[in-house]
């Protein structure tokens, strides 16, 4: 019977084998970069360096051998099963949307809505950058275009999901009213091709973009050229008006976002001057740069193209229109790559090509060309910058120096800094250098310097959302890290179905810890945007349609529906934002301070008492309690305000206790307390929110396993569980991570 077991389990450990080593060795000398996601995929590293371990990583993750087909067949589980889509979500007849937000990759939603349009400062500095741009190009001689393809769910709107439908304003856009000021206030032709698509859409038989795309399809493509084409024959182009043929029909492979990898689609091709074939390669001279050459076009005019993932569909159509055109995305980083490709490609004139959803990128022009300076001053400036660089290499090397040796882990934004590396493997060079990012000497000054230029001279704060009377508001959607200001403005909400989901998730994660003996609490902090929304920006403050959030309404239906203790600390908060003296949340932070979440763990402790829990000391918190502790360098003002005044709370002093275990860069520590007056064990999963907590559950409890929200897969909480025994398990999370309940039923399902 054993040898029958054995050679039974042979077969498995053979395909498990071939399922981890054959696509290694296959991409081990695999060199196709194909394009699956609509972006070049990383190509092997073909030099040995510091970085050799994460580039071989990424080219691995990009190209190993069945990877379309699994993504595929994961996919089509995930509808199946109706999982999280992630970046996207299903509309109506089939059809498919970008969630930009989720994927940090610009706004479609808000730009759907219709509910925030750009302000006049906003639209200012865009008006500034672009005139800069045109102005550059106007010195070489080089005529120049803007060009803007419309989102796809401003065109085909008709097909998003319903519940979103009814929230949209209008149909105007923030970009449709951006580019009238910027017509009439920039010297630069700009062209929206939202009005061309939207008349096209109803004169053709085909659809304009893909069903399960983000972007246009050829005929789209060919629509927008058609705007374009006139554009560039405005500015001098030799261009011969356009005219279609016939279309030719096809199957064409999706090719977008991972999202239904390898579903089929009808794609087009247009029969426009079918007679002429283009060449297109990488340029010899610069690796930024493609170049595509068409004879027999009758154009000796030369084009460069600055583009994002929409040029693909109007590169046929172009490159036939012109003997040599260029493609480069350098146009939207530095100006001295710009000046560089502008120089070896000597275009005639430059389009500078990008989808809605980009459109704010303009404001970061006046930066951008805001750099150029002629030859002479670089010189000029070179030598006066020979002193302030020598301090710059003494700045540098010192703090290197220093932190070889040094173990210093000291917060600065409310998460663990990362450690130095101990061991030498193939991350220690990306280990070495996130560790060095977070502990150089100087650290904190520099950062508070740097914060304070980019606010003086209007520089982008990035995630920071500069509020009324110097507070400061987390733009969660731009990391991605949450949805600060889905959550404050109220018009997105969990759908029935979705909070029939939390409900049969939380229910599942309540027994599988009563099961063994373990009382279990859900409490939620609420997002600092929502409780102190007097300090949100006026031009936001408008568009605010309920002081109630979509986390407010679910977590009353989750206490309607279940009997789970679930705990929204929202109505405590705000009956106590202006009873003590003192702000509960830090102005420059996201999060609250030491008051605030005495607060919050007053309610805990009343909850607990209720639920039969004995001996946990009632001490209501009086304004004598609250003292000056000191000051905080918020993550927020790291950007450039004060640092936040700190506070202390007088509560059980001298019963402390202390870490016996710091693990994980402080995302797992236990802590034990022989004084404490409630003799149990409370295991804590928590996000940045529980750390202003955990000294209150210290000092009540003999024990606290605290452990970050990291620590999310099912084996993960079984060794928490069985190895520390807790009494009472308390799940923490802000306001702005609350879908997560979506995934508890397969969390905690058996």
Known sequence: MARLVRTYMLLPALLMLFIVFYPFAANLFYTNTEIMDNRPLHEKPVKFTRNYAREFEDYYNDTFAGRKKIISKYVKLQKKLK?????????????????SIKANN???????????????????????????????????GIKYVIFVAPNKENIYSEFMPERMRRIRKSDVSRMDKAVEYLKKHTKAEIVNAKPAMVKAKSMVAQNLYFKKDTHWNNVGGYVGFEQLAAALRRQGARVSAPSVTRLHIGKGTLRDMDMEAGAKEWTYE??????????????????????????????????LVWTDSFAAALQPYLNKSFGTVFYSTAGLKKLSEIEKIVDETKPDLVVDELVERYFSRFANYPRIFGANMTKLWRRVFSLYMLLPAALMLYWVFVPFAANLFSSNTALLDNRPLN????????????????????TFAGR????????????????????????????????????????????????????????????????????????????????????????????????????????????DLAVEY????????????????????????????????????????????????????????????RKPLRKEMIGLKGFYSSDLNRLGGDEDISYSVDFLSGKEGKAVVSLDNRFFEVWENPKAPVKKTVLMIRDSFGLALMPYLDKTFAKNVFAHNRYNKRHELD????????????????????????????????
Request: with cysteine; charged share 30%.
């Open 83 to 99: 999982i999280d889509a992630g970046q996207y979500f299903y509309g109506q007849d089939g059809w498919i949307f970008y969630d």
């Open 106 to 140: 610009g706004n479609t939603l808000v730009d759907y809505y219709a509910e925030v349009y750009f302000d006049d400062e906003e639209l200012e500095k865009m008006a500034q950058g672009i005139n800069m741009a045109y102005d550059f190009y106007a010195k070489r």
């Open 270 to 303: 247009v029969g426009y001057r079918e007679k002429l074939n283009s060449a297109c390669a990488a340029d010899e001279r610069n690796e930024l740069i493609s170049v595509c050459r068409t004879p027999g076009t009758g154009n000796p005019q030369k084009l």
């Open 419 to 438: 450690r130095k590396p101990e061991k030498l493997s193939l991350d220690f060079a990306r280990e070495f250098e996130a560790y060095y990012n977070d």
């Open 444 to 551: 904190k000054k520099f950062l508070k310097k740097l914060a304070k230029f980019k606010m003086k001279w209007e520089l982008d704060n990035g995630t920071t959302i500069n509020g009324r009377d110097g507070w400061s508001f987390y733009d969660s959607g731009k990391v991605p890290d949450g949805y600060t200001l889905v959550d404050y403005f109220g018009k997105v909400r969990f759908t029935e179905a979705e909070m029939k989901r939390m409900a049969e998730g939380i229910t599942k994660a309540r027994d599988y810890y009563e099961k063994r003996g373990i009382k279990y609490y859900l409490i939620i902090a609420p997002n600092k945007e929502g409780l102190y929304s007097e300090y949100m920006p006026s031009h936001l403050q408008g568009d605010r349609v309920s002081d109630k959030s979509r986390m």
């Open 558 to 617: 989750l206490q309607k529906h279940t009997d789970v203790n679930v705990i929204n600390f929202r109505e405590v908060l705000t009956a106590s934002k202006h009873k003590y003296g003192v702000n509960l949340y830090y102005p420059g932070d996201s999060h609250w301070n030491e008051v605030g979440a005495y607060v919050a763990f007053e309610k805990l402790s009343e909850t607990l008492s209720l639920d039969g829990i004995r001996g946990i000391p």
């Open 719 to 750: 060794r928490l569980v069985d190895e520390y025994k807790p009494d009472i398990m308390i799940e923490e999370m802000v306001e702005r991570y609350f879908d997560r309940l979506l995934k508890y039923n397969e969390l905690y399902g058996e």
